[in-house]
């Protein structure tokens, strides 16, 4: 991805930096080249050429850009889980990744983990953002995902003779996980995702206190992986599922939903992320009965809120690192509304702003691998900065407003808001 060329000078705004320290009032931002070169207060700024561009925030916030740490690109209005495989063709799915792409770079979104994708998308939708083919948040794949045959994500029945292949390599036993993992080395992955747990979403053979893979399924996937340089995540909502993964050596955990201590324990002892999206899980219960969920999938959601929330809160308290993202792409929660999670956070779960933007932009950049060019503005960083139009840490809502940005910028360039 190209980075500015010159000098950018952001001022009149209040600095949050991405790492839950409190603001610098009055402050200002200088970018050289797409890298920052001074953050701190206005006074005290060195002096910049004559012709530097000159950004006005308004009095408001200047930020860094968000990370949506569980993305799924090629997700796009699902009611049900069927229609996260065959509802469309690949190529129609191509095209609708590189839109949901832009949008999340216009809600402000300038990098993102994908949480699983259909077929390989979101390795060349990657590709073709880093090569400014596109606009979209900078990425880290995951292609297709790891399921256990007969888990949650293996719902064709037989008798239909339809294969999963696009979405996800279904595994019986070790040495099928291992061969799975060795294809997505070859599709060029980053990021292995696989499905440990099931889910309130199927209440009769994998609801979320079930396992869908075994340990030693999953071990397989985590030497396979690590030998070569991948990493390893699962959807964790089971207890036993969770300490499954975490002893077998997994990266990071997404939802982390039913915590007990042993599990708090082994998590904090490797200081292993964890995703929660969980505005996904009250998103279910209140929109749900619209979109036809039965009355046993919205109680399964119910635990699962209730569960996933002191988990996270949990975590936090506890020393751990938490990801924001969300499973967005449901026709119950759509791309585009990926800063609820945020504001969910704050008045639901209980968090600070500072600290849920904390977890927005420096823990997500430290899950995409890449804490040290993104994720907090601090000098030498790439110039990945949102600057919005009001004070974010009282009302941390402003994140949802896209109408609110004065810039969404990327290695400082202006890549959306209003001065695009
Ligand atoms: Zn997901």
Not at 128 to 137: M, S, Y
Not at 178 to 207: F, Q
Not at 296 to 325: F, N, Y
Request: aromatic share 6%; proline share 5%; with cysteine.
């Amino acid at each position: 991805m190209k980075n500015a060329v010159g000098t950018t000078v952001i001022s009149h705004g209040q600095i949050v930096d991405g790492t839950g320290a409190a603001p610098i009032p009055h402050g200002t931002v200088v970018i050289q080249d797409g890298r920052l070169t001074y953050v701190g207060p206005q006074v005290g700024a060195p002096a910049v050429p004559p012709d530097a561009m000159r950004i006005d925030a308004r009095g408001g916030t200047i930020m860094p850009g968000l990370i949506e740490a569980h993305f799924h690109p090629t997700y796009f209005n699902v009611a049900a889980l069927e229609d996260l495989d065959i509802k469309y063709p690949v190529e129609y799915v191509t095209i609708l990744a590189a839109c949901n792409a832009k949008l999340a770079l216009e809600c402000g979104y300038t990098a993102a983990r994908s949480g699983g994708s259909l077929f390989n998308i979101d390795v060349w939708l990657k590709k073709a953002i880093e090569k400014d083919l596109v606009p979209g948040p900078r990425m880290a794949s995951s292609g297709r995902e790891i399921c256990g045959v007969g888990g949650l994500m293996d719902w064709n029945p037989d008798y239909r003779k339809i294969g999963m292949e696009g979405l996800v390599l279904l595994v019986n036993g070790p040495d099928e996980a291992r061969s799975a993992v060795r294809k997505l080395v070859k599709d060029g992955i980053e990021w292995v995702k696989t499905y440990p747990t099931g889910d309130a979403a199927a209440p009769d053979a994998n609801d979320h206190h079930t396992l869908c893979m075994t340990f030693e399924e999953m071990h397989a996937v985590v030497a396979t992986a690590h030998n070569h340089n991948l990493k390893v995540t699962g959807h964790c909502r089971a207890t036993e599922g969770i300490k499954n993964a975490l002893r077998a050596g997994y990266d990071a955990i997404e939802h982390g939903t039913f915590m007990d201590d042993e599990a708090m324990d082994l998590l904090l002892a490797r200081d292993v992320p964890v995703v929660p999206a969980l505005y996904f899980e009250l998103a279910s219960i209140e929109k749900g009965p619209e979109f036809g969920l039965g009355q046993k999938v919205i109680d399964g959601h119910q635990e699962t809120l209730d569960g996933g929330a002191e988990s996270a809160r949990r975590i936090l308290k506890e020393g751990g690192r938490l990801g924001m993202g969300g499973d967005y792409g449901f026709a119950w929660n759509p791309h585009g509304d990926y800063a609820r999670e945020l504001s969910f956070f704050v008045n639901y779960v209980g968090f600070t702003p500072l600290q849920t933007i904390m977890c927005a932009t420096k823990t997500g950049a430290e899950i995409l691998g890449r804490s040290h060019e993104i994720g907090t503005l601090e000098v030498g960083k790439l110039a990945d900065v949102l600057i919005v139009d009001g004070d974010v840490v009282k009302d941390i809502t402003l994140l949802e407003k896209r109408d609110r940005f004065i810039g969404v910028m990327q290695g400082g360039i202006i890549k959306a808001g209003q001065l695009a």
